[in-house]
Nanobody
Framework: VQLQASGGGLVQAGGSLRLSCAAS????????MGWYRQAPGNERELVAT???????KYADSVKGRFTISRDNAKSTVYLQMNSLKPEDTAVYYC??????????????RGQGTQVTVSS
């Protein structure tokens, strides 16, 4: 099982981007999926998470601007980022907690995708 993130890029301040992260493989169910980010010189920080039931959590810095959603049928989580600011510039990582069919929990992290917001 692996996670594949996509959708990063360069955008001007005030613009929008949508990140996607798909889990591939077989014999698993997804519990929590989320996005984290890390800017140069900064610690990794939570951006948003969403549970299998649709409960969401956001960092205060992105509330009202970012929206996390998921398509359980596609095992995919999305992050719609609007009103982007230069301080949103970072490498964004997709994380997930999965359960294999035998009940074994697995924590995964996808490769990062760069988001750069120019002023």
């Amino acid at each position: 099982v692996q996670l594949q993130a996509s959708g990063g890029g360069l955008v001007q301040a005030g613009g929008s981007l949508r990140l996607s992260c798909a889990a591939s493989g077989s014999s698993f169910s997804i519990n929590v999926m989320g996005w984290y980010r890390q800017a140069p010189g900064n610690e990794r920080e939570l951006v948003a998470t969403i549970t299998s039931g649709g409960t969401t959590k956001y960092a205060d810095s992105v509330k009202g601007r970012f929206t996390i959603s998921r398509d359980n049928a596609k095992s995919t989580v999305y992050l719609q980022m609007n009103s982007l600011k230069p301080e949103d510039t970072a490498v964004y990582y997709c994380d997930a907690v999965l359960f294999m069919t035998d009940g074994t929990p697995v924590a995964l992290r996808g490769q990062g995708t760069q988001v750069t917001v120019s002023s």
